[in-house]
């Protein structure tokens, strides 16, 4: 237990600290205080507004995608026992990016899709993307590890093609397209945190109660379904939670790469392979990592801003690089 | 009480690997299945833990046909130490075994005491625990293999299936296996083992089955059994058979020029 109530408290700390930092610096008392009026409904003072209006929405936006991505990525890296997987491995951002460019290309000229939104459309294409990934994959009633990923990759080449041509087609919309691709907070707003909050805790619970099937399964289809787990099954429920949480996340924030990746090897490195720890610590983690990565985006540049994406693959890389490596040597 | 396997025919494409196989497993004995390569073991394992459906025929565990049994409630009383285990990186000895408790548990119960004693249990039987809190990836294959059949035991199974559990086992560690489990059977565990080697089949068996192309060419006390005229047909090759220690040897014939010269 002591290591999730550490990691909670390193939490509560950077976010805390986050939401102090940026153009105007705000000390922690007052921090407090704005808290507390914005949840009473009345904001006073300027620095109470732009708390309560603008940094709080951000940095808890960062925490619930940072904790749903990374949460992804361990259940991905855990059902399909590959180190190397992550949230996007079934093709949920290229079909989010793909969703999120017809809307930024296209919105004015089709009603439906203006509607729709870049948010609405970007986790409506990932969930069909990854929907379709399963159906291809489809052999004799199961869901083979290899088939998965292969359609995977394919329908993912295929959809990051067709974003690819929507940027050349509407060049004035290209840097709009690729600003989102990277992902960003700078749109974060209460309306988008309590939008995606109901859709992440239906698909964190499950997942946060996986651990034993989970390791079970580490030890291969067979010896797990001799143990009595229904693999199949189990597999289907945690491949649907996990790309939940994945397309939610990236429908409020574009795609933000190596959180998924990164966070739980991190996580195993320091906590142990165990997914009864390894699950939570990697929400907890994943959420320090992304609100950390956000700071460091909109205030490094300040007054401009970075995309999320590139600074978490600016640490990320390198990181899977070396993961890489070790992988080979062994 | 036992496991049945009656009239059970079984395969892949075409063709049946398995023929009007019958054997039967009684708790407190030793079921060796013997038999040259490609005469159905294999299939015969594959057939027990359902990875294969019989074409007809079935098998019964304890009077209850194999396929109408839940799965939680089959890993409770069948556990099975496969072929080529594998052992996950990042987990101790102890977590291994404990995943043996799975099918009392379900997914989701939190372990209870009689959980962590039926662990502390396996590990003693199978002299692990001095290897409980090491990672299992970094054993030999020995130690190893005791950690996968530890974990067996801690399913508390009535019945064992060990699948060639002394494959790759250097001596010591082959009869070492075979001591673990037979432990288990004085105490009134059922097991069935699939082995290579005839000797240690003679050895360790209370009966044997032989298979020979899908079928069940003989059954009985290794003595029985293990005959000169019954090994050598099976196994297309002529043997020696001599008694030592009141249980059959089996030793390759070899003609006069094929021996080594002894210097």
């Known amino acids: 237990m002591a290591p999730v109530v550490l990691s909670l408290v390193a939490l509560v700390v950077v976010l805390v600290a986050a939401a102090s930092v940026g153009s105007v610096a705000i000390r922690p008392f007052a921090l407090v205080a704005a808290v507390v009026d914005g949840v009473q409904g009345h904001a006073h003072g300027p620095a109470e507004t732009i708390v309560w209006q603008l940094r709080l929405p951000r940095v808890l936006l960062a925490a619930l995608v940072g904790s749903a991505l990374a949460l992804a990525g361990a259940t991905f890296q855990g059902v399909f026992r590959n180190p190397l997987a992550d949230p996007y491995l079934l093709g949920a951002a290229s079909g989010a990016g793909f969703g999120a460019s017809a809307v930024l290309v ?5 009603p439906w899709l203006t509607r729709l939104g870049v948010p609405g459309a970007a986790f409506a294409c990932a969930l069909a993307t990854v929907v379709l990934v399963m159906v291809l994959a489809r052999r004799d009633g199961g869901l083979p590890a290899v088939s998965l990923i292969l359609a995977g990759v394919v329908l993912g080449s295929i959809l990051s093609a067709g974003t690819s041509f929507l940027m050349l087609a509407a060049r004035d919309r290209a840097a709009g397209i690729l600003s989102w691709l990277l992902g960003s907070f700078a749109f974060a707003s209460w309306d988008r945190v309590l939008s995606v909050l109901p859709l992440l805790v239906v698909a964190t619970v499950p997942l946060l109660l996986a651990g034993r099937a989970l390791d079970v399964m580490q030890l291969g289809e067979e010896s797990a379904a001799q143990l009595g ?29 190596f959180v998924g990746l990164v966070v739980p090897h991190a996580v195993r490195l320091a906590f142990g392979a165990r997914h009864m720890r390894l699950l939570p610590l990697s929400a907890l983690w994943g959420a320090v990592f992304l609100v950390l990565a956000d700071l460091f985006a909109r205030t490094v540049l300040a007054p401009a ?23 080979r040597s062994r | 009480m036992s496991i049945e396997v009656l009239e059970l025919y079984a395969g892949y494409g075409r063709g049946d690997v398995l023929a009007a196989c019958e054997l039967r497993v009684e708790p407190g004995e030793v079921l060796g299945v013997i038999g040259p390569n490609g005469a159905g073991k294999s299939t015969l394992v594959r057939v027990l833990t359902r990875r294969l459906a019989p074409r007809s025929g079935g098998v019964t565990v304890d009077g209850r046909a194999l396929a109408r049994i839940g799965r939680l409630e089959l890993a409770r009383s069948l556990a099975v130490v496969p072929q080529l285990p594998e052992l996950p990186a ?37 002299d692990t625990v001095a290897l409980a809190d090491r990672e299992a990836t970094r054993l030999s294959g020995g130690e190893r293999q005791r950690v996968v059949l530890a974990r067996a035991l801690a399913q508390r199974p009535r019945y064992l299936l060990l699948d060639e559990p002394t494959n790759h086992l250097d001596l010591r560690y082959q009869v070492e296996m075979l001591e673990y489990t037979r432990r288990e059977v004085d105490r009134g565990v059922g097991a069935l083992v699939v082995l290579h080697d005839l000797n240690l089949a003679s050895r360790f068996c209370d009966r044997l089955v032989v298979l020979q192309a899908g079928r069940v060419v003989a059954q009985g006390t290794p003595t029985q059994v293990l005959t000169e005229a019954l090994v050598s047909r099976v196994y297309g090759t002529r043997v020696d058979v001599h008694t030592i220690g009141a249980r059959p040897l089996v030793v390759p014939h070899l003609p006069e020029g094929a021996l080594a010269a002894d210097p």
Do not use: K, N, W, Y
């Open chain 2, 90 to 126: 990042g987990f101790s000895v102890r977590e291994l075994v404990a995943m043996g408790r799975t099918p009392h548990l379900g997914l989701l119960r939190p372990e209870r005491v009689e959980d962590r004693r039926a662990v502390d249990r396996a590990l003693r039987a199978t």
């Open chain 1, 305 to 327: 801003e970075l995309p999320v994406g590139i600074v978490t693959a600016l640490v990320g890389g390198p990181f899977f690089l070396l993961l890489l490596r070790r992988q």
């Open chain 1, 106 to 110: 296209l919105a004015g000229s089709v």
């Open chain 1, 229 to 257: 787990v229904p693999v199949e099954r189990v597999r289907l429920a945690l491949l649907a939670a996990a790309t939940l949480a994945t397309a939610a996340a990236v429908a409020v924030a574009g795609v933000i790469g």
